[in-house]
Each structure stands twice: as C-alpha cells, then as structure tokens.
C-alpha cells in the first residue's frame, strides 16, 4: 500500500512539475515585453486553476480505491472467523437440505428398485454381488416402484444377517430373501428406521433425526417431507457429520 502511495505521489508531482518547467520556460524565453510577460503568466496560472482540480480528483480516487479494497478485504477476513466461531449446530441451520444431499434422481446414483416381490429379492445375489461388490458401496435404499423408500441396507447388516443363518445351519444361506430378512424383528426394525423431511428443511432437522434414533442412519428428503412420497434426495450421517465440521 506504501508503495502504491509513493508511486501515485511520483506521478502527481510530475504531472504538477512539467507544467511548472514549461511555464517557466515560456515565461522566461527573454521576452521583455511586459504586457505579453503578464498575459503568459495569467495563462499559465489558468491552467492551473483548471488542473488543479482534476488532479485533486484524481489523487482521491486513488486513495479511495486502495483503501476501500483494504477494507472489504478487512471486513471478509472478520467474516470468515464469524462463521468459524460458529457452532456444529449453528452451521447445520444455514444448510438446506438441498445442498446437501445426494440426489436419488441422478442416474450415478447406486439405489435398487423393486421390481420383484420381496421374497424373491436374494440377499446374497441381488444385494450383496449385484450392488454392493459391484459398485463398491456399503448402503443402499431400496424403492418402489412409484420412487417412495421402504427400506435403507447396511452391508454391515445383511453380513450379519446371513453369517447367523449359516451359523444355526437352518437353511442355504445364499437361498435367503430380502423378505426373510425384513420378517426378522430386529433387522426389519433397523431397515426402516429411516427419517424423512421436506425440501425446504435445513440440515439440523436431519440430525435431529439421526440423533433421536440409534438405528437410524439415513434421512430422505421427499415431495412433501413424509415417508409416503417420492423421494428425491438422499442424507448419510456421514454427510451431516462432515457438513458440522467447524
């Protein structure tokens, strides 16, 4: 800023200082005329009554530019260490929930739509080597045919689903259905134990959610915030965790 000041401050007595020289020339080229003498001296001095103030203009623009920038500058940093003294909580509530979601409607997007009844759904084949080790992934939803979840996956849970089939030796492990599964109390329990919200909530609401249910590790975001309808997007714990970070 210093230097910047001491250029602009170079240019602005050049540009005082050659009209200074070159008035003192004209005036002084020997002419001993008195009344052209004086008539080159009101000139000179009019010129400088005009330029004068142009150049006082010109000087504060400057000025006012540099320190302005200095000041936006100034006044971002304050902002960002505001928003850095914010809470998990605090951030959370300026989020929409749009923002951050995944998108259901986004063809990338790994989800399994029923297309068969439940029994005939295989863990193992459908599930497990159709979407999980094909596409690398851990979770997956699962949907009807009109776009509504009705139940969210875990890796974690159907392995342990099947590894206590095989263990109690009751029936052909990679014989097991999604409906058996889902008939069983407590992994049913943990595959719809998913939350809902519309599509004007914020990310708080989602955690909430995800806080008020130990089983639940997923929110969708629907057309009118219940279970009932389409989905449209898609929120992890994971994704609320990292959008809390501070």
Not at 139 to 149: E, Q
């Amino acid at each position: 800023m210093k230097c910047l000041l001491q250029s602009s401050n170079r240019v602005a007595l050049s540009f005082c200082i050659r009209p200074a020289i070159s008035a003192a020339v004209f005036l002084g080229d020997g002419d001993k005329d008195v009344g052209i003498a004086d008539k080159r001296f009101a000139l000179v001095r009019d010129t400088f009554t005009m330029l004068l103030p142009v150049l006082g203009t010109w000087v504060g623009t400057i000025l006012a530019f540099y320190f302005s920038r200095e000041n936006f500058a100034e006044a971002a940093k304050q902002t960002a260490n505001l928003v850095k003294q914010l809470s998990p909580e605090q951030k959370l509530e300026q989020i929409p929930v749009v923002e951050a979601m995944i998108s259901l409607e986004d063809m990338t997007t790994v989800k399994y739509t029923l297309s068969k009844p439940e029994d005939k759904v295989k863990l193992w084949e459908d599930i497990v080597e159709g979407v999980f080790n094909k596409y690398d992934k851990n979770r997956l939803p699962i949907l009807d045919d009109a776009g509504r979840v009705k139940y969210v996956i875990h890796r974690s849970i159907i392995d342990k689903f099947i590894a206590e089939k095989a263990i109690s030796g009751d029936t052909d492990a990679k014989s097991l259905s999604l409906s058996d599964m889902i008939a069983s109390d407590n992994y049913g329990q943990v595959a719809a134990a998913f939350g809902a919200v519309g599509k004007t909530t914020k990310l708080i609401a989602v955690k909430q959610q995800i806080d008020g249910n130990p089983n639940c590790s997923d929110v969708f975001v629907t057309e009118d915030g219940t279970k009932n309808s389409r989905a449209v997007g898609w929120i992890t714990n994971v994704i609320v965790a990292e959008k809390a970070k501070l």
